[in-house]
């Protein structure tokens, strides 16, 4: 079956405690990128990846890493863990556009994480 | 970025009945896509429209997309249980592959 799947789907950690949210998709998709969802604001895009190797920000960066050293696997890498960083996390993952081609984005199911 | 803003914020409706959802942009859309959202589940897509004017159905679920390409709607005519859910549209920023996300239409279909 064709998904995204992300571990863990939740988390309660502390300020300050490193922590990776893992995202893998098995469609051998080259774009990846990861989103956060808060009350009111829909989801504001992190980072994204287009291909290995190849990172860049998103609107919202501060305070996040990722990596992208396969084409399946997009970890985010919270380095410092603050409150303001507690939220729904999703990856997404889709085929690189060509032209004007829309292609679909397919989301994972979610990893809401909490900072105490 | 383009601010994406989506009325109403919350729609409470009885089975049956009929209602639309709108999704009002600043400046020309390139192209819009509509997501639904799932408690537990991350957003899946409904429809992309690209062409001014264009509409699409998807069952009881009309897309129409602004003949200015700023604004779209979404129409559910008689409204099931089943279609309860997060309702958000998303502008696909070509090239980046981006989507910028509307705050959403948060749907409630009561038996």
Not at chain 1, 62 to 83: D, Q
Not at chain 2, 27 to 51: I, K, N
Not at chain 2, 79 to 105: N, R
Request: net charge positive.
């Amino acid at each position: 079956e064709a998904q995204v799947t992300q571990n863990p789907r939740y988390l309660i950690t502390v300020t300050g405690k490193k922590l990776t949210v893992t995202c893998s998709q098995n469609m051998n998709h080259e774009y990846m990128s990861w989103y956060r969802q808060d009350p009111g604001l829909g989801l504001r895009q992190i980072y994204y990846s287009m291909n290995v190797e190849v990172t860049d920000k998103g609107d919202v960066p501060e305070g996040y890493k990722v990596s992208r050293k396969e084409k399946r696997n997009f970890p985010l890498i919270l380095e410092s863990p603050s409150p303001n960083q507690t939220s729904l996390y999703f990856c997404a993952s889709s085929l690189r556009p060509r032209g004007t081609r829309t292609d679909t984005q397919y989301f994972g199911p979610g990893t809401r994480l909490t900072v105490l | 970025t383009q601010l994406l803003e989506q009325s109403p914020q919350f729609l409470s409706i009885q089975e049956g009945e009929n209602l639309t959802v709108y999704c009002n942009s600043s400046s020309v859309f390139s192209s819009l896509q509509w997501y639904r959202q799932e408690p537990g589940e991350g957003p899946v897509l409904l429809v992309t429209v690209v062409t001014g004017g264009e509409v699409k159905k998807l069952k009881r679920l009309t897309f129409q997309f602004g003949d200015a390409r700023k604004d779209s709607s979404l129409h559910i005519t008689a409204a099931q249980p089943g279609d309860t859910g997060l309702y958000l549209c998303a502008e696909l920023i070509q090239g980046a592959q981006k989507l910028v996300f509307g705050q959403g239409t948060r749907l409630t279909i009561n038996p």
